[in-house]
């Protein structure tokens, strides 16, 4: 699970605004958002570094949260 849109939403910025800081379609960062696609890392530090530079206020672990499990029993 990805937090783009929340953290581009709470910024004011319009999905074609970060499509332009990012120069790809805004059928790709429809599918992030929505998690219909899964974003490498250098994606992930790409669309928070757009985010940033657009206003928002974010790191990379606020966008793409980990996925911390908690160890197994044995």
């Known amino acids: 699970m990805n937090r783009i849109a929340e953290h581009r939403e709470r910024s004011g910025i319009r999905q074609r605004e970060l499509v332009a800081a990012l120069g ?3 059928t790709r960062v429809s599918n992030y ?12 530090r790409a669309i928070v570094a757009a985010l940033n530079g657009l206003g928002a206020v974010c790191t990379l672990d606020d966008v793409f949260p980990p996925d911390i ?6």
Do not use: I, M, V
């Open 33 to 44: 958002e929505a998690g219909r696609r899964t974003a490498g890392l250098a994606e992930c």
């Open 69 to 74: 499990k908690a160890p197994q029993a044995a």
């Open 24 to 26: 790809w379609t805004q």
